[in-house]
């Protein structure tokens, strides 16, 4: 017989076994993000309309949901700094606000996004996620988009979130 008895054995291997799914997990835990709403950059001739004012809406919404879906993030309720940030100027120019609210909100970093609309035909849809403690970028990305529809900018989201955002290990 070896110097090991069997239920010693089983005993290192059942404390190993447990031990690495619990590393596992803590080493996974989503970040905590305050995902701000998309802001729409209007540089066309034509003012928008509410069609567009509803897709920059959807896309702050589909944005939180990839987010979560992700299981890198987890995302929080950014309700409480609305009255806040309706002081401000937009997100993507307040020189670092967006960082303070985050972490005032609890979150370890932040994201935002907008469209910048330069005619019906041409568009492009950007999003920014940065540490909130040192500002550093996580992620960013942006995306032309060629077509006004609700497709499109569906598309061109999903696009970006895959390939620039999220991207695949």
């Known amino acids: 017989m070896n110097k090991f008895s069997y239920p010693g054995m089983a005993i290192l291997f059942a404390i190993g076994l447990f031990s690495v799914p619990q590393h596992r997990l803590a080493a996974a835990a989503p970040m ?13 001739p034509a003012p928008p309309s509410d069609a567009e004012r509803a897709r920059t809406a959807a896309l702050g919404e589909a944005l939180r949901a990839k987010l979560a879906q992700s299981g890198r993030y987890r995302v929080i ?17 307040c020189n670092g606000c967006e960082l303070t609210l ?17 005619s019906d035909l041409i568009l492009n849809i ?3 996620i940065e540490d909130a403690d040192s ?13 006004n529809t ?15 955002i999220l991207p695949s290990p």
Do not use: C
């Open 150 to 164: 609700d497709e499109s900018w569906r598309r061109g989201l999903a696009y970006l979130i895959e390939e620039r």
């Open 102 to 118: 985050a972490k005032n909100l609890g979150a370890k970093a932040v994201a935002y996004g907008w469209v910048q609309k330069v």
């Open 32 to 44: 905590p993000v305050a995902v701000f709403d998309f802001t729409l950059v209007d540089t066309s």
């Open 77 to 93: 309720d950014t309700t409480p700094a609305r009255s806040e940030l309706a002081k401000l100027p937009e997100i993507m120019n």
């Open 126 to 128: 950007n999003v920014v």
């Open 135 to 147: 500002g550093r970028k996580i992620a960013a990305g942006s995306v032309d988009i060629r077509g």
